[in-house]
């Protein structure tokens, strides 16, 4: 994680010295960009967070391996893929669920039918 973020945070401030030596006012236009979309969806973040938090509390953990996990077979793979088909949002919701399912012991199966299901 942390090398990821690393490796965003130079990537950006690349880009915001490449938009500096064109001297337009781009890179300033770009960060204001970037906190215009930081705000539009911050409230999607959160509730993203809260939701994958709340299943992983709400749902047992058994429940999940039953259901989702190695021995549930093409049961779980189906429900996977019907559950991401179902789910709101992009990325930043389906990703952050994806993960507390997974976590809580469901196969790695059920959780390339869920990503699928979301992203057709």
Not at 11 to 28: C, E, H, P, T
Request: aromatic letters at 10%; a positive charge; hydrophobic letters at 60%.
């Amino acid at each position: 994680m942390i090398t990821a973020t690393l490796t965003l945070a130079a990537i950006s401030l690349i880009l915001f010295l490449i938009a500096g030596r064109r001297q337009d006012g781009s890179n300033v236009k770009g960060i204001k960009m970037g906190f215009v979309m930081f705000k539009r969806l911050l409230p999607l973040l959160v509730f993203a967070f809260i939701t994958a938090s709340l299943l992983q509390v709400i749902i047992p953990p058994n429940v999940i391996k039953s259901w989702l996990g190695n021995e549930a077979g093409f049961k779980g793979i189906l429900i996977g893929a019907i559950s991401g088909a179902l789910i709101p949002g992009g990325p930043y919701v389906a990703f952050p669920v994806a993960s507390s399912i997974h976590k809580a012991g469901a196969s790695l199966a059920t959780m390339v039918a869920f990503i699928t299901g979301w992203a057709m």
